[in-house]
């Protein structure tokens, strides 16, 4: 499968994704940690969905990804509605260019497609440059807990008319890291038959302490550690891990 037609696809794969919790947790981490600007990175922002949503509560956003075929519908997403989003193609561990934002945000477990340990440091030094000293950094990433037993070795299916789908996970070469093997099933409405596209997803993860530590070196101050969209720490069995930071004055 193109990634062309994995980026249309995209969306109707994640139409029960918690988008509206998203956009929420965003909002209540600026109210409760004082962010008065508006300026707003959207990193990974693939199709587009979080972004649209964000800059419609009042966000001025702007949106990076690396895939130009998910920045293509993430524009027209954004026209649709009415909206001017400036959407950029780039990687977010070589992000430059940018200007300061007063909130920085990778969400919907992005952070994980990152493959090395050099990736995720390069991208919360990047983070580091371009957030305002007041600003925010917010993430969220799949615990050690969710792909060792949640996702390594189960299998997840959905049929529907137009789109199914089987998906399986598998261990991958490093640790706490899974290999998702997608095949979709997609009506071809001219000729009533399916076409099949397979896919290959390679996600890895990190100790709450092990991102902490990372953070610190690249110059920020924990603000938050949560976990499922809630305001508690997190606990053995968790499934999403939040981080909310801030530039350390001294690191300034």
């Known amino acids: ?33 004082n962010v008065s600007g508006t300026r707003l990175l959207d990193l990974a922002c693939g199709t587009g969905e979080l972004s649209v949503r964000l800059a419609q509560d009042g966000f001025s956003v702007t949106g990076v990804d690396l895939s130009e075929d998910m920045l293509a519908v ?43 340990e050099e990736d995720v440091k390069a991208t919360f030094l990047n983070v580091f440059q371009h957030l305002t000293d007041e600003g925010i950094f917010i993430f969220d990433v799949h615990s050690i807990y969710k792909i060792d037993h949640l996702f390594i070795n189960q299998t ?31 009506l071809d409405e001219g000729t009533g038959k399916y076409e099949r596209y397979d896919e290959l997803h390679f996600q890895r993860t990190y100790s709450i302490k092990q991102y902490s ?16 969209f809630e305001s508690s720490e997190p606990h053995s069995q968790s499934e999403r891990i939040f981080f909310v930071v801030r530039k350390n004055k001294k690191a300034i």
């Open 1 to 33: 499968m193109s990634y062309q037609q994995f980026a249309y696809l995209y969306d109707e794969l994640m139409k029960d994704a918690p988008y509206k919790e998203w956009v929420q947790f965003v909002k209540d981490r600026c109210a409760k940690f």
């Open 74 to 116: 993430a524009q027209a997403k954004a026209e649709d509605v009415g909206i001017r989003i400036p959407f950029f193609q780039q990687n977010m561990a070589h992000l430059e260019g940018q200007a300061e934002f007063d909130v920085i945000s990778i969400l919907c477990d992005s952070l994980n497609y990152l493959q090395t």
């Open 156 to 186: 997840y299916a959905s049929s529907e008319e137009v789109v199914s789908f089987i998906w399986n996970s598998f261990a991958g070469e490093t640790p706490n890291s899974v290999e998702h093997e997608l095949s979709f099933f997609v």
């Open 213 to 228: 530590n990372w953070l610190m070196e690249a110059g920020f101050d924990l603000l938050e550690v949560s976990a499922d």
